[in-house]
């Protein structure tokens, strides 16, 4: 399976803002777009005049790299959310908060959608109490995404217990404690995404 092995906070410099690729270390000093807002490279702190395509292929890379999803997979979720009734810009947003691994990340059972695609893959969560080993998956209203049993007991998923009822989990997710389990109560809106994104110029891209 392909996927990216590189330097995350790279991938945050390059799209000039924080994507919250490395968990909490994101909200300390040490971020590097803190500390080196220019985007990596030897030319990267020289100025460059952007274009209309260059903002619309910064917007679809910094939404592509914030929910961690390759390129097909992408191109396929717009293809998606174009046949869908409804603004597409929208549509496409709600698809990839409805990814199993951004509901892990969201019920705060992980510190980075990095982590969470992880965690699935290596059979951590449970879908209505089936199995669920695939990240890319789509939660639907009323499903429950809950840590497995058999794994509760793990120093991993302990340590992420204790701290996930301090992080702010959307209102589409009703998250229980006690049992590590997160109803999908409606799903997502646009209202619920609380990142910037701008997702017309997306739109405008892939209509060109």
């Not at 399976?1 to 300390?28: F, H, I, Q, V």
């Not at 952007?50 to 903002?55: F, L, S, W």
């Not at 980075?112 to 992880?118: F, G, P």
């Amino acid at each position: 399976m392909a996927r990216y092995t590189g330097a995350n906070c790279k991938l945050c410099r390059r799209e000039g803002k924080k994507l919250y690729l490395k968990g909490d270390k994101c909200l300390s000093s040490k971020c590097p777009v803190e500390k080196r807002g220019t985007a990596p490279g030897q030319h990267g702190a020289a100025r460059k005049k952007v274009e209309d395509y260059g903002r619309h292929l910064r917007e679809k890379q910094a939404t592509r790299r914030y929910y961690g999803v390759l390129e097909r997979q992408f191109r396929n979720y717009y293809e998606i959310a174009e046949a869908k009734e409804g603004m597409t810009g929208e549509n496409l947003l709600v698809l990839l908060e409805r990814r199993l691994d951004n509901v892990v990340y969201r019920m705060g059972m992980a510190e980075s959608r990095k982590e969470a695609r992880q965690l699935v893959l290596h059979g951590h969560f449970t879908i209505n109490g089936n199995k669920a080993t695939i990240p890319s998956m789509l939660v639907k209203a009323g499903d429950v995404v809950a840590v497995k049993e058999s794994r509760r007991d793990g120093a991993k998923i302990k340590a992420l217990a204790e701290n996930a009822p301090s992080r702010v989990k959307p209102k589409w997710l009703d998250f229980n404690e006690q049992d590590l389990a997160a109803k999908v109560v409606a799903l997502p809106t646009r209202e619920d995404i609380d990142f910037d994104f701008e997702e017309q110029l997306i739109v405008e891209l892939y209509s060109k």
